[in-house]
DNA sequence: GTCTATAGGGTGATAGAC
DNA sequence: GTCTATCACCCTATAGAC
């Protein structure tokens, strides 16, 4: 999806670099007010060359979101390494309060980006969408792993709070937020394990 | 705030009109997207006289803030009227199902605006900020009267868990989530009422 | 007070030299 | 394949007629 290109990119890999600024770039200063000039500075790249890789502005959202794709399949393969679900998703708990500090600046690198396409009536928001939905797949497979018989709605639960927390610990600009919201989800997860043995 | 002019606004109200479209546009096209000429057009004034209400489109965001507080306000003295804290917190949630097909949509109408806001480097996202602590603050004294101890971090967590339903249900276009996380919102609201009287 | 016409600045995109 | 120069457009903001 991202590099099917027939073998032409020279070499450096300036069509990923490109793609890498961009979610980066994007994440700070939000789409709209993000210039290609930006995006080419950030990359290293001579701004006329953007087109040369990606014809459209919007292409680079594309790969983007493509980046974050990507970043997400990477941080649940090395969960999935964690033998319990329950201690996969405390480490996916554990990544999100180490990015505290970015989140308090700029929030979420991916849920800001997608809040922002869905404004847009262009079918890019459901390219966004899909990696949403691929968090939350992998959240539902672990609390169908615990046992849960509501592992959809469990999931859809664990990830908005992920998402409101972001958003409070963006809006107030205090990582604390994200330290004792982190704290208190996975709170939650020891009570539903209680709950399981318990019962 | 909004409106200290020394009573020279003639008949019409055009700068509250002004203030309320712009609320709206902001809300369904995002603060960047929107021109002035689509506000203008949205209050049916003329394009060149909104500049007699407010000289900068800055201006325009900090008085849809204030348009935000207003609503905020006026929701929060609805909701005192009712007896029990915990009645007062489920009919906030009632209201959020209510609002589930513009989330769909939209998303929140203040948390995106905040989330964009955020992204920039003036004061404005602080003004923005004094809004969602206002909420806060509203909900925590709901939390207080009903015995909490932690009433300051349950009302983050309550807040939170709205903000993240609201992006989820947004991002995957579908206000069923809104229902569905609402309800579980709510029944969490019962859980901490039952221990407390089991207790 | 109200509105029109337009200036001024900046951005996405292209043509074509190297 | 790589990059520079430039076009064409749109948007904010202003000057000034009514």
Known sequence: ??????????????????????AQVFHQQGVERTTLSDIAEAADVPLGNVYYYFKTKDQLVEAAIGSHLATLRAATDQLDRIPEPVDRLKALIAGWIEQRETAARYGCPFGTLATELD????????????????????????FTQMGRADAHESALSFVAAYQGMAVLTNVLRDPEVMVGQGRRLAEWLDTLERDRLGA
């Open 1 to 22: 999806m991202t590099d099917s290109k027939p073998a032409k990119t020279a070499r450096g890999g300036k069509r990923e670099r490109l793609a890498s600024a961009a």
């Open 119 to 142: 404004k847009r009536e262009d079918g890019l928001d459901q390219t966004a969408a899909d990696v949403m939905r691929a968090l939350i797949s992998w959240v539902e497979e672990q």
